[in-house]
């Protein structure tokens, strides 16, 4: 009996690993298509106040700890407190792999680390989020003068602003600055792929896919962006 009992203990614990093996690993190679709807459906349960809270028990801890990680998504998002990405797309431990700056803007460090997400951790879709209510989009609009590093960290949003002030002159400054929250996105888009050959050459090779959302603060909802308008353009104009 107590033979048999070690024989059911062990096969028992052969389907455990094989659980967490899969488990640790459930990010690797989601299409871009897949790796999106998941994060749709988790803010669906958002809004609904309906959360599933998956991958947040100690066994996701304990097997990405000893497994490593595998997001199925990058997301490069605003540092905003009310922009917790992992709480607005209901996901856990691992899921997400979160690049948070100052006006989702994309420096060497944010392309360094997509670039590892991407290269190393095989994550396929890229979602640039921005947000309303973002502080560092209405200090460029708004001229304000800011100490410290504060003014370059916000500089690569002075395009956006720039566009929306060329599309709507006299607008007041917050109208300009609601806009230019979402004209930023795309500028954002337009960075990564100017600033990252790397990034380039995977999109365009259908490695991986980029595009923009915008969360509302207001009411917890992700609009969809879709890729860059100019997308097709920005890939071509590189061909190596």
Not at 98 to 104: E, L, Q, W, Y
Not at 168 to 185: I, L, S
Request: proline share 6%; hydrophobic share 50%; glycine share 10%.
């Amino acid at each position: 009996m107590e033979r048999k009992i070690v024989g059911i203990v062990a096969v028992i614990g052969v389907i455990l690993s094989a659980v967490l093996a899969l488990a640790a690993v459930d990010g690797v190679g989601v299409a871009p298509d897949a790796a999106l709807a998941r994060l749709k459906e988790g803010n669906a349960h958002f809004l609904a106040e309906a959360p599933t809270r998956p991958n947040q028990d100690m066994a996701r801890r304990e097997v990405t700890a000893r497994q490593g990680q595998f997001p199925f998504a990058m997301i490069l998002s605003c540092s905003d407190s009310r922009v917790p990405v992992e709480i607005l797309f209901d996901q856990g431990v691992g899921d997400i792999f979160s690049v948070r700056t100052a006006g989702n803007v994309s420096g060497v460090m944010q392309l360094g680390s997509l670039e590892y997400g991407a290269e190393h951790l095989g994550a396929r879709l890229l979602v640039v989020l921005g947000h309303s209510r973002c502080g560092a989009v209405t200090a460029v609009a708004q001229n304000a003068k800011e100490p410290g590093n504060i003014p370059a960290a916000v500089a690569p949003i002075v395009p956006a602003v720039k566009a929306v002030r060329d599309a709507h002159p006299g607008a007041p400054d917050m109208e300009v600055a609601d806009k230019a929250m979402v004209e930023n996105v795309f500028q954002v888009i337009a960075d990564i792929y100017a600033g990252s050959p790397l990034l380039r050459a995977m999109a365009r090779s259908g490695r991986i896919e980029v595009v923009g959302a915008f969360y509302h603060v207001e009411t917890g909802k992700v609009d969809w962006l879709g890729a860059h308008p100019e997308e097709a353009r920005m890939l071509a104009a590189d061909p190596s």
